[in-house]
């Protein structure tokens, strides 16, 4: 059976401190991703080569998509979104590297990335609307609907957290056996697997994330009169 990834245990630190694997593993991509932010943002030119162009491809297609939810706020709402998107990625794909683990199997991961779309629906909101007629939505219709629309917030919370880590908890463990089972014969139907899985997940969460933002965005249009 193939031995665990170091990735997916706690890892000790000094002073006997230990780090979860999928914390470290968060960390490595975020350094990753802030170092290829750093380097071809210093090498931008007018005329843009093959690689440009296609990263200049990826930002406009990102953009057309928040477009096609929430108009005229892709902005605003860029630089969140594709960073969850472009983020769960590559966290997604990170278990298709020998010895590495992907960090959103990890339950801890996805509802922590869940709690930035928390905040970030209440944060954008009151941006657009201000603090006391965002807050003031709770309350509409009626004052007694207040209970509930908490509920809803915490329930789709949990849901977007629940949702992606057993998506790829379940997704990596299916690799798991089936590679037990049938040994290394199979490894590419098993790969591409694990990559289109990867790419709708980071998706969905991405599309989800906007339309409970654009729900937020829309409390005005709720304000009694």
């Known amino acids: 059976m193939p031995e665990a990834s170091p990735f997916s245990e706690t890892l000790p630190l000094a002073g006997g401190i230990r780090i979860a694997g999928s914390v470290m593993m968060t960390w490595m991509i975020m350094a990753l991703l802030s170092g290829l932010s750093f380097l071809f943002s210093r090498r931008l030119r007018a005329e843009p080569g093959g690689l440009q162009s296609l990263l200049e491809g990826l930002v406009m297609a990102m953009e057309e998509a928040i477009e096609a939810v929430i ?17 769960i990625f590559l966290a997604n794909m990170a278990g298709l590297v020998p010895g590495l683990s992907s960090p959103t199997s990890d339950l801890s991961v996805t509802s922590a990335l869940a709690v930035l779309v928390f905040f970030s629906v209440h944060w954008f909101g009151i941006q657009t609307d201000g603090l006391i007629p965002y807050l003031r939505h709770y309350l509409s219709p009626t ?4 209970p509930f629309h908490l509920i809803s917030e915490l329930s789709r919370t949990l849901a977007l957290a629940v949702r992606l880590f057993g998506n790829m908890m379940s997704l990596e463990l299916t690799a798991v056996l089936v590679l037990y089972v049938a040994g290394p014969l199979v490894p590419i139907p098993i790969l591409m697997l694990h990559i289109v899985e990867g790419v709708i997940q980071a998706y969905l969460f991405g599309m989800l994330a906007l339309i409970y933002i654009a729900g937020g965005l829309q409390a005005r249009d709720q304000k009694p009169d």
Do not use: E, H, Y
């Open 71 to 87: 108009p005229g706020r892709s902005a605003q709402l860029l630089p969140f979104v594709s960073t969850l998107w472009i983020f």
């Open 143 to 146: 004052p007694f609907m207040l």
